[in-house]
T-cell receptor, first 111, second 113 residues
Framework: NAGVTQTPKFQVLKTGQSMTLQCAQD?????MYWYRQDPGMGLRLIYYSASEGTTDKGEVPNGYNVSRLNKREFSLRLESAAPSQTSVYFC??????????FGPGTRLTVL | QQQVKQSPQSLIVQKGGISIINCAYE??????FPWYQQFPGKGPALLIA?????SEKKEGRFTISFNKSAKQFSLHIMDSQPGDSATYFCAARGGGSNYKLTFGKGTLLTVNP
């Protein structure tokens, strides 16, 4: 049981490049989330998926798109990366007993 | 608009001391209040959580105190240890079926040996 896994762990992009961050969970959770963490800003919700087939915007969705590929997988795409998107990205999934489980994070640098 | 305000931003405590982190919220629809612990290079992990119908919850050295009328809650770490050194986030869950969490900005706790 791996919990929540994220790939890649580290990534360096140039401004304007695109990439997809992958997230998968093996806990059969319905809800999944993408956050970004910046120094002094806490965790801010980018997008979430309350259930398979649905996605909704969070607090900071601009510049991102998401896909809930199936119940296990929830990907985050940056179409044209900007330096302001340099951050640590966390995926999380939700269990009915009120716990959000977080992945280990992807550290992204946009030059 | 910051819906969950956390203080202090950083805290230094001696080993064996008590660490106290405070959070205040505005939205009375919040129905669940977890605390997360994050070590460097790791994702946040649930530490302890409370519902608003309870005024206190204790798990080992960690206690949440909840004041519904003041819309405040706090984390107390008794007998703080160097291994407790981490960043702590309070959060609040909105009502409804999407289970979104709103996080405070975090407190960096350092426990000196």
């Amino acid at each position: 049981n791996a919990g929540v896994t994220q790939t890649p762990k580290f990534q360096v992009l140039k401004t304007g490049q695109s990439m997809t961050l992958q997230c998968a969970q093996d806990m059969n959770h319905n809800s999944m989330y993408w956050y970004r963490q910046d120094p002094g800003m806490g965790l801010r919700l980018i997008y979430y998926s309350a259930s398979e087939g649905t996605t909704d915007k969070g607090e900071v969705p601009n510049g991102y798109n998401v896909s809930r590929l199936n119940k296990r997988e929830f990907s985050l795409r940056l179409e044209s990366a900007a330096p302001s998107q340099t951050s640590v990205y966390f995926c999380a999934s939700y269990r009915h007993t009120d716990t959000q489980y977080f992945g280990p994070g992807t550290r992204l640098t946009v030059l | 608009q910051q819906q969950v305000k956390q203080s202090p931003q950083s805290l230094i405590v001696q080993k064996g001391g008590i660490s106290i982190i405070n959070c205040a919220y505005e939205n009375t629809a919040f129905d669940y209040f977890p605390w997360y612990q994050q070590f460097p290079g790791k994702g946040p992990a649930l530490l302890i959580a409370i519902r608003p119908d309870v005024s206190e919850k204790k798990e080992g050295r960690f206690t949440i105190s909840f004041n519904k009328s003041a819309k405040q809650f706090s984390l107390h770490i008794m007998d703080s240890q160097p291994g407790d050194s981490a960043t702590y986030f309070c959060a609040a869950r909105g009502g409804g079926s999407n289970y979104k969490l709103t996080f405070g900005k975090g407190t960096l706790l350092t426990v000196n040996p």
